[in-house]
Every structure is written in C-alpha cells, then in structure tokens.
C-alpha cells in the first residue's frame, strides 16, 4: 500500500463544520472525549485513513475479523455546531509519520470545508488532582479573549516541552494553512484513563461551539476510575498504625 491511503466511505454535506482532534495522548483525554461525542450525537463514519505510519496491526471484532488500523474522520451534526470528529486508536511511530498524517487529516478537513480546529488533549500534572483545569494554546492571540470566556487558562511555557504529535500539528501545520486552532488540554495525573478531565475538556467545548451534550456514560465510567484512584491513594498512605505499636529497629 502507499503511505497514506484514503478510504471515501460517505460525503455529507456540513455547513462550516469545525475539525475536533482526539487521538490517544496522556490520560486518553482527548480520545475519550471524541469518541463521547461520536456516541451522543451518533456521528456518521466519511473517511478511513490508512498510513504505514501506524504500528503493523490490524483490529479483530466480535466476529473474529480483522482490520487494519486507521484514523477516521466522523460527520457530526449538533443543534449548534457541524463538526469533523477525528480519532482512532493510534498516532504515528515517527517524527515524518506525524507531519505526512497531519498534513492528511488537514487535507480532509479543508475537503469538507473546515478553517476552524480544535485539538483536545490531556496535560500530565503528576499527581492525583479534584478540580480540572482546561490549559489552551492557540495559533493567534486574538483567539485567547474568546478561549478565557470559556475559562481556559494560559499560562507562560504550558505545557512544560510544548505539545508533541498530531494535536501540536493541528496548530503548527494547521496555522499555515490558515486554519483558527485551538488545543483544549485538561489537567491530569497522567498515570490513568481520566474521564473526568475529558469532561471538563468538552464542557469547554460546549460553551464555545454552543452545543450540549450528555454526561452519564462518562460519569459512569468516572466512578470506576474513582474506585481505581481510591485504592491507590491508599496505597500511597500506606495502612495506619496505632502509636503504641510502633517499634524502633535498627
């Protein structure tokens, strides 16, 4: 096959749809809050990307067959917003992959008319954390006003090495090509699948795009990585001692 191939699967027609990157990254942030509107709004599959850039694997289903991975590109209709949802389960394994990929997925996206992009994502904070803050990077500053309304944070040389794969792409290649981008990251630990910071990633998409969606699947499965994160903060702690049974030894 050719490095890059493209499946056309379906071209529906989309007024000024808006391109929303979520591919697996840190805590799976933007992933999961892709494939969260994918299942609200029941998008519709358009585009199979297929690339020598992902890993030498196909995928089985329940029926045992197999096909080779890819990125898709899914048309989503919302009572505010047409959107261009990108996702999948891998990112290229090389440096040109992910240039040659980005410059693809871009390609389709200014095929079904897009010039606006977000790219969501997590940012690694290193620890357990309650509240979930939003970080944002943009391709022009004029674009940060509108950002904060939503209450993203800016914050000087955030995230710490900048931002690495398609979704700093987005905005680097992106920006060439005049492209209004924005990256969407939600603080996280980074050591787990963290649905509540998909939550709060796309709860600030919701005020700018001006759409809503449901929750329920994601809380549910935020209650089971709470169960998870419970038992490794205890872990962490360490089982309690009474005082009058600690001993010195040494």
């Given amino acids: 096959m050719n490095d890059i191939e493209i499946d056309e699967v379906a071209t529906p027609t ?8 979520g591919l ?10 892709a494939e969260h509107l994918l299942e609200e709004f029941d998008g519709e599959l358009v585009r199979r990307v297929h690339s020598t850039a992902f890993p030498p694997q196909v995928n089985v289903d329940g029926d045992g067959v197999g096909e080779l991975t890819c990125a898709e590109f899914h048309a989503v209709e919302t009572d505010g917003t047409d959107l261009l949802v990108l996702t999948g389960d891998h990112q290229a394994g090389t440096n040109e992959g992910h240039y040659r990929l980005t410059s693809a997925f871009l390609d389709v996206a200014e095929e079904f008319g897009a010039t606006r992009a977000f790219a969501l994502g997590g940012v690694p904070t290193g620890e357990l954390i309650e509240e979930y803050t939003v970080l944002g990077a943009v391709t022009d500053a004029t674009l940060i006003e509108e950002l904060e309304e939503a209450d993203v944070e800016f914050r000087p040389d955030e995230p710490a090495g900048g931002i690495v794969g398609v979704s700093g792409l987005i905005l680097g290649l992106g920006g060439r090509r005049g492209f209004e981008a924005a990256c969407l990251m939600g603080e996280t630990s980074g050591y787990l699948v963290d649905p509540k910071s998909a939550r709060a990633v796309l709860e600030t998409l919701e005020s700018l795009l001006d759409f809503e969606v449901d929750y329920a699947s994601l809380e549910d499965r935020a209650e089971e990585m709470e169960e998870v994160i419970g038992k490794i903060r205890e872990m962490q702690e360490g089982p309690s001692v009474p ?8």
């Fill in 14 to 21: 989309l007024s000024e749809p808006v391109l929303i990157e």
């Fill in 24 to 33: 697996p990254g840190v805590g799976h942030v933007g992933k999961l809050a």
């Fill in 243 to 250: 005082d009058d049974e600690l001993r010195y030894i040494g």
